[in-house]
DNA sequence: GATGAATGAGTCTTCATTCAT
DNA sequence: CATGAATGAAGACTCATTCAT
């Protein structure tokens, strides 16, 4: 699966088997299937069975588009992750801060890492029952949050550069900040605060951002 | 094995909680070696069968110990946090936090926290792993994060009562540096990293917290 | 189970789990269902499931008495192969050869391995089936096969000290009438040839052994 | 791939035995992809995919030359039983046995028969394997034996006829050398025996068809 | 109270074969 | 004729839980 935006392709491209349009088809739908299975019921409860079910496909299909289950799953987790932390990495290009309101920009960016949240809650709860038990989610999930970390500490640098801000260990506060905020928004969203809680929070953690990475006034 | 068989028992003898010698220590024994089995193989991956060989019963009397697997678990889940939260709950007293030097009070205290995460690992990841899956478990996380997070909103008061903190929101602002500093230092303690990283966040989340809840002098 | 005959064995004697009279009455009826059931369908046609029923148990049990299905044909094959052996170890005895008579001997001896592929024909194909495929089982029949040709070596080696037989390789000549006869005996008996076919072989099969061993009068 | 599309095929034309060259060539290839596959892997563990895929073709095509997997063993063991039966039958020639050294004629015979063991060993293994299981396997090989035998019959009889071999009955003779040879070498060679081991056990089967079919001087 | 034999529903996975394109 | 995607029956094995002894 594509994982990646990948708008320019070469024309011949094609990743794995699928050479026809079935098979092609038949694959999103078994990662359909799955995806929306994972979400509603987990991923121990989901059987290959309901997959396939689901999918409109026989149990064998499953296994000649993956080797098992967790192959599944896993595609999908990159997916889902990659997605959302795409919608992330777009809010932590420095172009887009203005230095006119650092803490309005942050506060944004930790909103938008709060909304995220929302989407395919179920699979980000799989992400986190996994990630101690399945190495490869866990380098699946890492591979991606380091590109994030990586993108917070060059944000930091240019802060930095602009006399804005104040790190004393950049790579430190990129982990403490984004372990952090992803955990607070996880932990709030996927556990369903309301409303009001989570902007408290999104408020609080603004603050306690701000108060690390922005020089004062 | 000691004592005389237990020929004359008392009329109405209960057979819940541990009423005899024998079954205390029965049950102790089940929940030591469940617990290490859990340490080393994790949940789904222990059986009943290994929990009773380990504490040298037959597996059906783990049965008349405990309603089920999950029973088990939930007990030792239970303890373990309670006992690492208590060492943590101690650090918050506000009695203990000397004026001069806050920022080292703050320091030791995430220090505290990291290092608890050296306790035990095996079931702390338990605990992630099933914190959304099963409702018990979260709830008894939660009870004994409710405490954690009171303690810390009262240290937010008292800081604020001798014009030393500064906290909009304590509520919100104990839920952020709770959520925020027990998922750096599991991630970071439970994931294996080098003490130099673990020092280097350390450093930093105090600033983090430093920065959010201190009066800049 | 007991293999070999262990005529007198110590007291609390009990070899694997079976402690309890009926655990060892369950394995027996599922030893024998198995038995019964590979004798009459063949190995990879017996599912673990008709095993289980026809021994009057669930699947599961099946699964606390052996590993696996692969198990209960080792040690069935150990047994049949073992009891098989057995009837042919007695006759080897050199005490039991008259001098008067060695052709006679010598075909009353083929008579008799003739006469034991009789024995759970069924089960001994499965041993061909599988002697190139699983090494066990083919562990399992070379370990009787070496008593067997020692003993043919031996008797050999006694004709040869009273004067009465030639042999110039006695270990090359116990191999190959070890597996000349067996291997005449299994296709004319497994393969279901008439009465008459089989005496002729016998015949013909002690000519040719008599030729081979004994000292032309 | 060669070839036009089959855009104008004739109209009757033929499905089953093979009248084009591609498609003679395609099959050819089928059954040595089958025969290196079976060789290697053994029966059971070759699939059909595998078959197709080293033969360059899609699985469809194995059953348009083909009914099923089954089949394509029996063709290729008629084959290999077959050419092997073949070396065996010259030298059982009557006209070849010089009357000077007819032990030496035997032993030469034996020879051929044990070296053609080395000839596809894993193909052999697979007849022995399925002799039992599959009638038609046992009927391929038994038409090749039955030539085998008949073969050596006709040899006994020619000895016979010049005063050389002393044969009281022919039929049962070649039954009980053919299969004491044959299973002799198989299970020597098949197993892996030393060259030395092999070599005694020829001159000791020598020994013991000369005893049988050989007049004494 | 303890024992441990027995349960059996539930899962994943394989692969020969078919048939629409 | 070839393709290869799809089929789906079948089977081995697991393990939390029960209950007769």
């Known amino acids: 699966m594509p994982g990646a935006p ?10 794995r088997r699928p050479q026809q349009a079935r098979s092609r088809r038949t694959r999103r739908r078994l990662v359909e299937a799955a995806a929306n299975t994972f979400e509603e019921k987990g ?9 396939a079910r689901r ?5 064998g299909t499953v296994y000649s588009y993956f080797p098992d289950k967790r192959a599944i799953l896993l595609e999908i987790v990159n997916d889902t992750v990659a997605q959302v932390a795409e919608l992330i990495l777009e809010r932590l290009d420095p172009d887009l801060w203005s230095t006119d309101d650092l803490r309005g920009s942050i506060r944004e960016l930790i909103h938008t890492i709060f909304t995220t949240r929302r989407l395919r809650p179920g ?22 949050e380091t590109r994030l970390m990586t993108a917070v500490k060059n944000l ?13 260990d950049p790579d430190a506060a990129a982990y403490v900040i984004h372990t952090s905020v992803e955990w607070t928004a996880s932990r709030l969203i996927l556990g369903g605060a309301s409303e009001a809680r989570v902007e408290a929070a999104v408020e ?10 922005l020089r004062p006034a």
Do not use: N
């Open 6 to 15: 990948a708008r320019s392709r070469p024309p011949g491209g094609g990743q």
């Open 55 to 59: 999918a409109g496909v026989a149990v």
């Open 156 to 168: 930091l640098l240019h802060l930095d550069s602009i006399d804005a801000g104040r790190v004393r």
């Open 204 to 213: 609080t953690t603004t603050d306690m951002i701000a108060g690390l990475i």
């Open 43 to 51: 991923y121990d409860e989901t059987t290959t069975a309901e997959i």
């Open 123 to 144: 699979l980000q709860r799989i992400v986190w029952e996994r990630y101690f038990k399945d190495a490869e989610v866990r380098e699946s999930l890492e591979a991606i």
